[in-house]
């Protein structure tokens, strides 16, 4: 089952504008990750925040956590057309012998 | 490529077929995962391996679907009796030290027709 939920599911922008998703989860965490996905391929990890962690940075990427919301958000910016894909908020509950809880994702189209 | 690989890419079967696809984690990983994606959904998790070892299979979807490890490396999954409903992306992933660190391969796209 998913617990996660992604909004927008789609999200069309112009190239060099900011792209914001978010995610919301239903149980506690351990800690949190997105994903992304090119049409048809595998997933390609992007960034991890922990649950004792707000808010992080990878290159153009800002990932925040708010654990009392149960929330999470990522933010491209300047974003460019090979950002074209679909991003995936996946929750880590601990526990030892589990996977990760994938949300339906939302689809990020960006116009050049 | 020292990636996770995943044979066969594509899988095309008749509905009632077997099918056993197979994963090939990054060689040091001693953890394995197998995933499904139907469309317009996020993967969703099946099974763990830790070495040779299956400890979680209760998700499985089935008792159709069954996944082996036998010697703590490359990973197989089948299913068995195919139905339309089984159409999806199975996604294999490796990693040294739990979900959250792992690796994911391109995937085998099965289509039961």
């Known amino acids: 089952s998913q617990q996660g939920e992604e909004d927008p599911q789609a999200l069309s922008i112009q190239e060099g504008e900011n792209a914001t998703m978010n995610c919301s989860y239903k149980t506690s965490i351990n800690n949190l990750q997105w994903y992304r996905q090119n049409s048809g391929r595998g997933l390609v990890h992007l960034i991890l925040?922990?649950?004792?962690?707000r808010e992080k940075h990878s290159g153009r990427l800002r990932v925040t956590l708010d654990t009392s919301k149960k929330s999470s958000s990522l933010l491209i910016t300047a974003s460019r057309a090979a950002d074209t894909a679909s991003y995936f908020c996946?929750?880590?509950?601990?526990?030892?012998?589990?996977?990760?809880?994938f949300g339906k994702g939302t689809h990020l189209i960006i116009q050049p | 490529d020292t990636g996770v690989s995943q044979d066969p890419r594509h899988k095309i079967t008749k509905r009632g077929q077997n099918v056993t696809f197979r994963c090939d984690p990054i060689s040091e990983h001693n953890r394995l995962y197998w995933y499904r994606q139907t469309l317009g959904q996020g993967p969703e998790f099946l099974t763990y391996?830790?070495?040779?070892?299956?400890?979680?299979k209760s998700r499985l979807l089935s008792d159709r679907f069954s996944a082996e490890r036998p010697k703590g490396s490359f990973s197989t999954l089948e299913i068995q009796r195919t139905e339309q409903g089984d159409s999806a992306m199975y996604l294999c992933?490796?990693?040294?030290?739990?979900?959250?660190?792992?690796?994911f391969g391109q995937g085998t796209r099965l289509t039961v027709v």
């Open positions: 996946a929750q880590y509950s601990g526990g030892g012998a589990d996977g990760l809880t």
């Open positions: 925040i922990r649950s004792n962690e």
């Open positions: 391996f830790q070495n040779e070892a299956q400890l979680e």
């Open positions: 992933a490796s990693s040294l030290r739990g979900p959250s660190e792992a690796f």
